[in-house]
């Protein structure tokens, strides 16, 4: 395990199994997650991106343990939980926590806010009904809500608030690591910017470390200080922020920049026309031989499509940026 790493994952596979006729036998696999690897200091925010189907929100769910593992482990804190259980599974559900992409779903809207707040307090047996009730006063003024607010139902809130209360409800039982499935996929574009902010205030108050997912490079840009893209279940590239922006390697990173909507007129005439990915995500469920993007990849050659790429590390001055292709 790298000195001092929050979290290693290696070769993490999540497979899902197809079951079919009267017998419900297993006719295949989905492979969600296939064979990813990479590790996460404290503080830092890694920012998972690609399409819809890249198996980047069955990865943060794996990694939190709500899915069980297929193959590869996982070490958190130093200590393995790949297969951790029962009483062993609590101190991973205590450090890490979830704030998922629907605020109308993920709240019970027959609970009150404090209820929904308090209840990882109850599942962990943390403290008086006094004590945490004073807490999720504090919290929800952290969170920019007021403390009054605590006795009201979610569908009395806006979108952006209900985020907030997650967002609250993730802090109680201040965790190391939070993965954030989508937190603003579902929010106006003017609350998305708002709610990012408060996330990246956050995390230098409570010292959280970040996973942060999203399907839209431009979303992760300014909270990441990593960024891994996803596709098929498999890393393609992953570097620093700042580098793989301003120097993506891989084709798939190079197309999902290319989409990056530009605001500014001027901008949008000097950056050219635009190259976009033709063609659907492949299925999971038989994925492309080789390079799993040969099938879209504008610069695939023959061997792509028996060869798998290896991960190397291309960085420059002993930085890290991994790269999965045969010609880069
Ligand atoms: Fe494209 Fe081949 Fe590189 Fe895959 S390995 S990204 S198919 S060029």
């Given at each position: 395990m790298s000195e001092n790493a929050l979290l290693e994952v290696k070769d993490l596979k999540k497979h899902f199994p197809i079951k079919g006729g009267i017998f419900r036998k297993t006719v295949g696999q989905v492979h969600a997650v296939d064979g990813v690897s990479f590790t996460l200091q404290p503080g830092e925010t890694l920012g998972l991106v690609g399409e819809s189907g890249c198996g980047k929100s069955t990865l943060g769910r794996t990694i939190i343990r709500l899915?069980?593992?297929?193959?590869?482990?996982?070490?958190?804190?130093?200590?393995?939980?790949?297969?951790?259980?029962?009483?062993?599974?609590?101190?991973?559900?205590?450090?890490?926590?979830?704030?998922?992409?629907?605020?109308?779903?993920?709240?019970?809207?027959?609970?009150?806010?404090?209820e929904i707040i308090e209840a990882p307090m109850a599942v962990h047996n943390k403290g008086i009904k006094s004590e945490r009730r004073e807490k999720i006063a504090d919290l929800l003024e952290v969170v920019g809500l007021r403390a009054k607010m605590a006795n009201r139902y979610p569908h009395e809130f806006s979108g952006g608030q209900r985020q907030r209360i997650g967002i609250a409800r993730a802090l109680i039982l201040q965790p190391k690591l939070i993965i954030a499935d989508e937190p603003v996929s579902a929010l106006d574009v003017s609350i998305q910017a708002q709610v990012i902010n408060l996330m990246m205030?956050?995390?230098?108050?409570?010292?959280?470390?970040?996973?942060?997912?999203?399907?839209?490079l431009a979303v992760v840009e300014h909270i990441s200080t990593t960024v891994a893209v996803m596709y098929l279940g498999h890393i393609m590239e992953k570097a620093s922020s700042k580098a793989l922006y301003a120097n993506p390697k891989h084709p798939y990173t190079q197309a999902l920049i290319q989409a990056i909507p530009i605001a500014d007129p001027k901008k949008r005439k000097a950056a050219g026309e635009k190259q976009t990915l033709q063609g659907d995500i492949p299925s999971?469920?038989?994925?492309?031989?080789?390079?799993?993007?040969?099938?879209?990849?504008?610069?695939?050659?023959?061997?792509?499509?028996?060869?798998?790429?290896a991960l190397r590390n291309l960085g420059e001055n002993g930085g890290e940026h991994l790269v999965a292709c045969h010609l880069v």
């Open positions: 899915y069980d593992v297929t193959a590869g482990s996982m070490k958190f804190q130093g200590s393995d939980i790949t297969n951790a259980e029962g009483e062993d599974l609590r101190p991973v559900r205590r450090n890490m926590a979830m704030i998922f992409q629907d605020p109308y779903a993920s709240l019970n809207p027959r609970m009150t806010v404090s205030q956050l995390k230098d108050q409570f010292k959280l470390t970040y996973i942060f997912i999203a399907h839209d999971p469920i038989t994925p492309p031989s080789g390079c799993v993007f040969h099938t879209r990849c504008p610069l695939a050659e023959e061997r792509c499509k028996s060869e798998v790429p």
